[in-house]
């Protein structure tokens, strides 16, 4: 290795990080170990605060399991465990960033809110007006018709019908993407975003700082500030122990001028489109919108981006004064973009997933790459099942990370008891967030059926209802089961006692992963 090379290395972002990380921690025992001469004085201080935390966490809202995975530990080890989470737990904000919060909420309710429709769905029962209300009145997104949706059951079919729905871009493009790693995707991307600059095309992206941690140099806002690309990093990831670090941007965004979106599981990196091998082929999924529904996506995004600059835009400038021809298609069809926040107190993610699962009548087929889900689902997923609905699980079969991977499992048990058939994705590793449900409703987005997006990220989805597009996820759903291998409550219980073992503890903690 070259003195250069490892340099980079050594200086990279990550390692800075994590060695300032690792100093922190270290100042934090070595506190402890002072004040071991007032021993007794400090471990009464510590168990004080052990027993606030406690209070604090048993009277908060939250899931239980989340709960738990605290108070185990607080419990266990009293003189770190309260200190750990009054740095590290829960969602606590400051004044000024809960303001800022409340902004985006007002925003949404001013620009969209007065549009409410979900009674239309009344002819496809009372379910379908139920979920959409919820839709409107707790996530402040509306239903809407006359959008043209197109499902795509890898990223490498959307990759082209991105590019070139960006080279169509006349007002505006706007970019809202988790990871974003130079490539061939990255790199075809950034060259239309250029040439679209040069004319005179309004374009701005958010990238999310921890998910480009390794990917992208801290300056790269400046660089592409530089190219006329107006850019903005979400909650700068600063190396103090912190609950900031707990609150990520990971929506997927790609949205041209204000009729064409699309999102899904895909970042803007080259694992996800098969350009390069990481974990066996890689399986992902994306939908796009053309018409009245691409708008919901547009002012979700300015809102974020009124978040992070501090700056008011005019909302009225960015809607489209025509839709493209494709909207028709999508007339006497339902669509509904939804965004969830972590910071409102609303489980928007959760709440829809829960809705599709509990009110399916016939068949609940999912995709998740993480199955560390709460009680509540997992009993509404073992109900449905025990009620005679055909309930499919579809999970990767080569991880990208292995422990998770070990949770995951840990929750097969209890729904293979209960009836749940799950499938992993043999070829290799699973991204895609989807469920169906009885030929009548979907939703694709970037919401996983973990913790860290029911309850700690910034997510999106799109819920359908009475859309051709359902039968796509569908269909997609049985294909990928196809190729997949279908595991038995036998199989999982006859693993070794020290797996066994590793996974009911790893499953007690999995709310904190």
Known sequence: MTLKKLSSYLFHRTVLVAVLLLIQIGLLVAMILRFSDYFVYFYFICVALSVLAVLHIINSRGDPGYKIAWLVPILLVPVFGGLVYLLCGGNRLSARVQRKM???????????????????????????????????????????????????????????????????????????????????????????????????????????????????????????????????????????????????????????????????GINLADEYVNKVVRYGRWKDSAILLKGEGAWSMTVMFLTMWEYISGRTEDYAAYRPASLPVQAELGAGHWVQPYADSPLDGEPVGETVYLNLITKAKRYVYLMTPYLIISDSVTTALCNAAKSGVDVRILTPHIPDKKIIFEVTRAHYPPLLEAGVRIFEYTPGFLHAKNFAVDDQYATVGSINMDYRSMFLHFEDGVWLCGDPTVLDVKRDFLETQAISEEITLEAVCCHPWPRQLLRSILRMFAPLM
Not at 121 to 145: I, K, M, R
Not at 161 to 172: D, F, G, I, T
């Open 102 to 264: 409340e902004g985006m909420d007002r925003r949404l309710v001013e620009v969209l809110g007065p549009d409410r429709k979900a009674e239309s769905l009344a002819p496809f029962g009372q379910d379908a007006v139920n979920q959409s209300h919820y839709l409107e009145e707790y996530a402040h997104c509306p239903l809407y018709t006359n959008t043209f949706t197109r499902y795509f059951a890898l990223g490498d079919d959307v990759m082209e019908p991105m590019l070139e729905e960006l080279r169509k871009a006349e007002h505006y493009i706007f970019l809202e993407y988790f990871i974003i790693t130079p490539g061939k995707l990255w790199d075809a991307v950034l060259e239309i975003l250029e040439e679209k600059v040069r004319q005179g095309v309004d374009v701005r992206v958010i990238y999310d700082d921890v998910g480009t941690l390794y990917t992208l140099p801290k300056t790269y806002d400046k660089e592409l500030e530089a190219k006329g690309i107006r850019c903005r990093v979400f909650n700068r990831f600063v190396p103090v122990l912190s609950v900031r670090l707990n609150n990520r941007d990971h929506r997927k965004f790609c949205i041209v001028d204000g009729h064409t979106a699309f999102t899904g």
